[in-house]
């Protein structure tokens, strides 16, 4: 989950990645997997800080 501007979420990413290949994992998005954000506030009606997107990546075991 990404809280605050949109502009920020690269460093969500990053954070996300790093989790990923510390725990055994490697992102697995290809054409027919991909990346999904979800918005969960209306920037019209939040505060920037407040807003809240789920950030999805297909993950896959490393072997």
Same mark, same amino acid.
């Given at each position: 989950?990404? %809280?605050?501007?949109?502009?920020d979420?690269?460093?969500?990413?990053?954070?996300?990645?790093?989790?990923?290949?510390?725990?055994?994992?490697?992102?697995?998005?290809?054409?027919?997997?991909?990346?999904?954000?979800?918005y969960?506030?209306?920037?019209?009606?939040?505060?920037?800080?407040?807003?809240k997107?789920? %950030?999805?990546?297909?993950?896959?075991? %490393?072997?």
């Open positions: 989950m990404h %809280i605050g501007s949109y502009d979420e690269p460093k969500t990413v990053e954070l996300m990645h790093d989790f990923i290949k510390e725990n055994g994992y490697a992102l697995d998005i290809t054409d027919t997997r991909l990346h999904h954000e979800i969960l506030s209306d920037p019209r009606r939040c505060d920037v800080s407040r807003l997107t789920v %950030i999805r990546h297909p993950i896959k075991k %490393i072997k």
